[in-house]
């Protein structure tokens, strides 16, 4: 194992197949029509320099959740918008043999990889995964959103090419970037923390405490930290087995003299709907029975958005409130807006609040918007992740 990541560009590509690992896991409407290209746009780069270096590609990419071939989460629904973007040609198969007649600038994309089983449990079929690498000469991996998962495509099958593989330039510039905040932030650095659970971003709670200067907290999870301090939620989203590592998550920021800012005031609704009652009380006071939070209140928005123009770094990952619904949006749009104005490097950990972001127009006014919500959480927690460490892997 080395430190150095191995990059696209420093391999010689012209008249080889190249398996490329994308992220077209793209949100689809009930209708089953792509509602954000996003991640296409992002690995346009890494396809077009692969086209003009003289390769064939081979796109892997998963879309959705299924157990099984499901038609309605086909990857033929990337074909169309990506030959738009790409202004070139698509072949799209589930027959994986039409690969091996590829020529120097066609593109191939194979079916969604988690229609089989041993994607996701390669122990299943360990054949599986020297199946895929099979196809192609050399393997680069640009998905940066499912880096976190030690998948047949991500991890395993980079074993496969010991000389003969490396980083995309969308997976170049998510670790670029996120590094920033591991080893060298501009202070005073900030972490806005929101979405509807504790859970799952306990684990990047706890690594940022020795790096941020303050944390800011809302969202679905900061109903738990209240229910921590003795205030009551009324019928508000809470997780009772994580109190306890909430207050010591309060108790070592304590220790460590970082600001923890819950929270002042909150819209709250007599139900989680657009049309609900609402009313705005202040955090002390407690949420009454029957009533639940879904979103800062106009006091605390003002005081956070004051605050927040202190900072030279801030990383951003959830919303504030039921972003969902335009009536409980405020803040989460307030925030978003902020940060787009300050002087100072933002980063944007993916996940919903990449959709505040582009309702309100403002992609271009962050310094990097990360593709995979759980992936950039995962590296700044750990600093490492299976599908980059095993680009590193010499043999």
């Known amino acids: ?28 409407d009930k209708e089953g029509h792509i509602t954000d290209d996003t991640r296409l746009k992002e690995t346009a780069p890494t396809i077009l320099w692969l086209l003009d270096h003289g390769a064939s590609i081979i796109l892997l990419s998963h879309l959705g959740r299924p157990k099984k071939p499901d038609p309605s989460l086909s990857l033929r629904v990337c074909v169309e918008p990506l030959e738009k973007i790409l202004k070139h040609k698509v072949t799209f198969s589930t027959d994986i043999s039409a690969t091996q007649n590829l020529k120097p600038g066609d593109i191939f994309l194979m079916e969604n990889l988690r229609f089989y089983p041993a994607e996701e449990k390669p122990e299943t079929d360990p054949e599986f995964t020297k199946k895929l690498a099979s196809l192609g000469d050399i393997y680069i991996n640009d998905a940066f959103g499912t880096a976190h998962r030690a998948h047949s495509s991500t991890a395993l099958i980079a074993k496969f090419f010991p000389q003969k593989k490396g980083a995309g330039f969308l997976m170049q510039k998510e670790i670029e970037n996120l590094s920033t905040l591991l080893k060298n932030p501009k202070t005073p650095f900030f972490a806005i923390i929101g979405g509807a659970k504790v859970s799952s971003k306990l684990g990047v709670l706890k690594s940022l405490i020795e790096k941020v200067d ?6 679905g ?3 738990t930290f209240f229910k921590a301090k003795g205030i009551s939620i009324g019928n508000s989203i809470v997780e009772p087995e994580l109190i306890e590592e909430a207050n010591l998550f309060l108790d070592a920021c304590k220790k460590n003299k970082i600001p923890v800012f819950l929270p002042e005031d909150l819209l709250i609704a007599d139900s989680f709907a657009n049309e609900a009652k609402t009313q705005v009380v202040d955090a002390d006071q407690g949420i009454p029975e029957n009533w639940q939070g879904m979103d800062i209140g106009p006091k605390t928005l003002k005081h956070w958005q004051n605050e927040l123009t202190k900072a030279k770094t ?36 993916g996940g919903d609040s990449v959709a505040a972001i582009s309702q309100a127009g403002l992609n271009q006014k962050f310094t990097h918007i990360s593709t995979g919500g759980g992936a950039s959480l995962e590296y700044l927690e750990f600093g490492k992740l299976p599908g980059i460490e095993t680009l590193k892997e010499s043999s």
């Open 214 to 219: 303050a944390f800011f907290i809302g969202g």
């Open 221 to 223: 999870m900061a109903y």
């Open 1 to 28: 194992m080395n430190n150095i990541l191995p990059l696209m560009q420093d391999l010689d590509v012209k008249g080889k197949r190249v398996l490329l690992r994308v992220d077209f896991n793209v949100p689809l």
């Open 314 to 349: 801030v990383f951003w990952n959830g919303p504030v409130g039921v972003f969902e619904f335009a009536s409980f949006g405020k803040g989460t749009l307030g925030i978003a807006k902020t940060l787009s104005s300050l002087k100072a490097t933002t980063i944007v950990g």
